[in-house]
T-cell receptor, first 116, second 109 residues
Framework: DTGVSQDPRHKITKRGQNVTFRCDPI?????LYWYRQTLGQGPEFLTY????????KSRLLSDRFSAERPKGSFSTLEIQRTEQGDSAMYLC??????????????FGSGTRLTVV | AQRVTQPEKLLSVFKGAPVELKCNYS??????LFWYVQYSRQRLQLLLR??SRESIKGFTADLNKGETSFHLKKPFAQEEDSAMYYC???????????FGKGTRLHILP
């Protein structure tokens, strides 16, 4: 296992098109997170899963955004009817939780989305 | 509201000089605190967690609950420390991590 993988690395799409990103977490991690990062900002939380259950969604996640983790392994993030404001780096991370609390995340390299 | 504030966007320090990256947080309970680092062309990675009380790459961070701060320090800066640094917090019993906007550390030769 080489860490958290994200695909594609870059995506350029026309406004109005749908896009889907994939994230493969570290296999022994049961928690998976999606973040968005724009220039000059820190990562902003979007949503997270414990196994296949989506436990929290940010208000940033409009109805055009949907995330799934069907078998508790990889996850997909879909954006429908993309807008220029969706242009950002989309980061995936995974983690495990131990008896002493949050071990912190392992991040993927991200998918950079450009909406033209 | 949960919030992490990093007051400096950019910090330039000469090689060999001490480094202090400031972080203040707003949270009503006892959070878990982290520092993440992103080197050029690399992914975001965990630098240290306050609960571990460890020193990584010569960096340490002390949680000051009275001042709600978690400043990152290193006594002697090295050129390879140049990177983007993010302070972050998570509720003690939670999972979501909230990040600050980051500070770019530039080590001058």
């Amino acid at each position: 296992d080489t860490g958290v993988s994200q695909d594609p690395r870059h995506k350029i799409t026309k406004r109005g098109q749908n896009v889907t990103f994939r994230c493969d977490p570290i296999s022994e991690h049961n928690r998976l997170y999606w973040y968005r990062q724009t220039l000059g900002q820190g990562p902003e939380f979007l949503t997270y899963f414990q196994n296949e259950a989506q436990l929290e969604k940010s208000r940033l996640l409009s109805d055009r955004f949907s995330a799934e983790r069907p078998k508790g392994s990889f996850s997909t993030l879909e954006i429908q009817r993309t807008e220029q404001g969706d242009s950002a780096m989309y980061l995936c991370a995974s983690s495990r939780r131990g008896s002493i609390g949050n071990y912190g995340y392992t991040f993927g390299s991200g998918t950079r989305l450009t909406v033209v | 509201a949960q919030r992490v504030t990093q007051p400096e966007k950019l910090l330039s320090v000469f090689k060999g000089a001490p480094v202090e990256l400031k972080c203040n947080y707003s949270y009503s309970g006892s959070p878990e605190l982290f520092w993440y680092v992103q080197y050029s062309r690399q992914r975001l990675q965990l630098l240290l967690r306050h609960i571990s009380r460890e020193s990584i790459k010569g960096f340490t961070a002390d949680l000051n609950k009275g001042e709600t701060s978690f400043h990152l320090k290193k006594p002697f800066a090295q050129e390879e420390d140049s990177a983007m640094y993010y302070c972050a917090l998570s509720p003690l019993a939670g999972d979501k991590i909230i990040f600050g906007k980051g500070t770019r550390l530039h080590i001058l030769p």
